[in-house]
């Protein structure tokens, strides 16, 4: 599974990149087998006029299964994507069903008894 980095009036240093590789594998490392790939863009919404313009937007790629798509905006871009990453392994979780026990048979046997 590869992760792609994209960056749009974001300044994109190596030791961003491996930031967001290392926060987005962590998060998704447990359901590889389930994605195809993921693709996490970055950028500056607002560009120079400030705010909360820093926007992460992920795009995962699953096996028979609808792509996962969500964005999140916050006021620093580390922010935003701690925040992407909890939400991608949030996600994962209820769509691939893993973290859920099985459920036990719960079904108790009667004994049949015949009318008088």
């Not at 961003?16 to 195809?36: C, E, K, N, P, T």
């Not at 790939?37 to 926007?55: H, T």
């Not at 459920?103 to 046997?109: F, G």
Request: net charge positive; charged share 30%.
């Amino acid at each position: 599974m590869r992760i792609d980095l994209q960056c749009n009036g974001v300044e994109a240093p190596a030791t961003l990149r491996d930031y967001v590789v290392r926060r987005m594998g962590f998060a998704i490392g447990r359901f590889r087998d389930h994605i195809q790939w993921a693709r996490v863009k970055l950028a500056d919404v607002n560009g120079p006029r400030g705010g909360v313009d820093k926007r992460c937007v992920v795009q995962l790629r699953l096996r028979n299964r609808p792509d996962v798509i969500f964005a999140i905006t916050e006021m620093e871009l580390r922010s935003a994507i701690d925040r992407a990453a909890e939400r991608v392994a949030h996600v994962l979780v209820r769509r691939l069903g893993r973290g859920r026990r099985p459920m036990r048979d719960t079904a108790v046997l009667a004994e049949v008894v015949p009318a008088t």
